[in-house]
Nanobody, 114 residues
Framework: QVQLVESGGGLVQPGGSLRLSCAVS????????MGWYRQAPGKQRELVAT???????NYADSVKGRFTISRDNAKNTVYLQMNSLKPEDTAVYYC????????WGQGTQVTVSS
């Protein structure tokens, strides 16, 4: 069973930064593309960013230029560096394996508020 454990969320003021981590186990991490998703209150879950096994990245237009997804295959971990945070970034953030989804983890709460 694939396990996904997100961490690093918290409360931050607009314009601030956070770095999220996703620890992955139960799969061959290095060959899988990974993605970050988020779900805001009253909204559906949306894709935020993806990274392939080769390091190719893609971003939602809403976060492009502000967020950076990366991976460390030696640590089986995916990261999401979030800069210039906005109130509309407030959501629970989740990671998952692209094209081979596992059950969702607990997610990590990001709240951007002044």
């Amino acid at each position: 069973q694939v396990q996904l454990v997100e961490s690093g969320g918290g409360l931050v003021q607009p314009g601030g930064s956070l770095r999220l981590s996703c620890a992955v186990s139960g799969t061959i991490f290095s060959i899988n593309a990974m993605g970050w998703y988020r779900q805001a209150p009253g909204k559906q879950r949306e894709l935020v960013a993806t990274i392939t096994r080769y390091g190719t990245t893609n971003y939602a237009d809403s976060v492009k230029g502000r967020f950076t997804i990366s991976r460390d295959n030696a640590k089986n971990t995916v990261y999401l560096q979030m800069n210039s945070l906005k109130p509309e970034d407030t959501a629970v953030y989740y990671c998952n394996v692209e094209r081979n989804f596992a059950p969702w983890g607990q997610g990590t709460q990001v709240t951007v508020s002044s």
